[in-house]
């Protein structure tokens, strides 16, 4: 059974910085690209960044291009996400799933994970 289970979120104050992790397994994780979208109540869930799984290749959302960094171990089968110069705007929760797109989807979400970013 394909699983993610996210961690790592937590109350930060503006301009500080969070590492989010997440441990996959059920699936071949060296395999396929990863990715971690968030989400809002009311909003609908939006990429922040994704890496495929052979060169590293990475991709990410313009508003958090310069500030957020994607990473994975694949001997860990954990994708991580550091977040940087964190911004009121990044308040969601953050989740991660296997594939690049919708086309390569692997599992289904998970709990996810909360950041709230408040002085």
């Known amino acids: 059974q394909v699983q993610f289970v996210e961690s790592g979120g937590g109350l930060v104050q503006p301009g500080g910085s969070l590492r989010l992790s997440c441990a996959a397994s059920g699936f071949t994780f060296s395999n396929y690209a990863m990715s971690w979208y968030r989400q809002a109540p009311g909003k609908e869930r939006e990429l922040v960044a994704r890496i495929n799984s052979i060169r590293g290749i990475t991709n990410y959302a313009d508003s958090v291009k310069g500030r957020f960094t994607i990473s994975r171990d694949n001997a860990k089968n954990t994708v991580y996400l550091q977040m940087n110069s964190l911004k009121p705007e990044d308040t969601d929760v953050y989740y991660c799933?296997?594939?690049?797109?919708?086309?390569?989807?692997?599992?289904?979400w998970g709990q996810g994970t909360q950041v709230t970013v408040s002085s």
């Open positions: 799933i296997g594939g690049w797109g919708q086309l390569d989807r692997v599992g289904s």
